[in-house]
């Protein structure tokens, strides 16, 4: 009888307000080779990074095969333009660098999309005037496209987005 291959992958993402001035963002991914959780802290109104931690267990009992500094080089850092970069040049040496630096711009997008909330409120009822809605904020500021489920490149909220979409942010180079 064949082997067949199972494998299965959770991840959550969730954004706390923490005071009038710090905002923390974690992130949880389970899967059949990694329990990890990336958290950072970020000091409003500048976005500033003032906290990161990263834990993970391999199925190896591998604890964090994170070196702690390599993460604490992202502390001072603004969520915003170019972060991508910035988490990528603090892991790219880690055995995970790949999951970590996924996690970690995952919380970052968190942050970002926690202050869209208030607008996201105002969107239209209406499938249509739903879509047109979503789409005007992507063209808008395009660093949102693909930035989450609903904001993905097959999404059918993002049917009418009529731009290029290969000169919208996404991968680890943005």
């Known amino acids: 009888m ?16 923490v005071d009038d001035r710090t905002l923390r963002s974690t992130c949880r991914t389970r899967d059949n080779l990694m329990d990890a959780g990336v958290e950072i802290t970020v000091k409003l109104p500048d976005l500033e990074l003032t906290r990161v931690k990263c834990t993970m267990t391999t199925p190896h009992q591998e604890e964090n095969p994170i070196p702690r500094d390599d993460l604490q080089k992202l502390i001072g850092s603004r969520v915003g333009p170019g972060i991508k970069k910035i988490i990528w040049s603090a892991v790219e040496r880690s055995p995970y660098a790949e999951q970590i630096a996924a996690m970690l711009d995952e919380c970052c997008n968190g942050i970002i999309l926690s202050f869209t909330r208030d607008v996201l409120i105002q969107a239209p009822k209406d499938q249509t005037g739903e879509k047109e809605f979503f789409a005007g904020m992507v063209r808008a500021n395009p660093r949102l496209y693909n930035s989450c489920a609903a904001l993905a490149p097959d999404s059918p909220l993002m049917e009418f987005l009529e731009l290029d ?3 919208f942010c996404g991968g680890k180079d943005a």
């Not at 064949?2 to 307000?17: A, D, G, V």
């Open 165 to 167: 979409k290969s000169s």
């Open 2 to 17: 064949p082997e067949i291959l199972s494998f299965s992958r959770n991840r959550c993402t969730s954004i706390e307000q």
